[in-house]
């Protein structure tokens, strides 16, 4: 069996750019999911809860009804995730903009909830 032609495949270039847009997505999401994680587990040891505790609305002010010690504990973490949710942002945008022009198909899957 032969491999297909370049000719055959027209999402080649598009198909490839998305890899690597997931691919460069998927380290800073690792990031923050362990920050949080670790977040979760300081403010556990103090026997206190972060509320509303995922990678894409974290945030300093999320430390707010924390105590005073717990919360100087982990303002760096949560400055961190912030500061990662930036670059996970703009690559979902290139994700979704990667995988609007390459597949119309996407245009369906997305009338889906969830998806």
Known sequence: ?????????PNIVSNSNLSIAKQNCYQPKAAATGLVNTARGVAKSYGERLRGCNVRN??????????????RALEPLLSAIEELSEPIAEYNDRIEVLAQESYPQVALLKQIKGV
């Open 1 to 9: 069996m032969t491999a297909p032609a370049f000719a055959e495949q």
């Open 58 to 71: 974290m945030n300093p002010k999320k430390a707010g009804g924390l105590s005073p010690e717990l919360q």
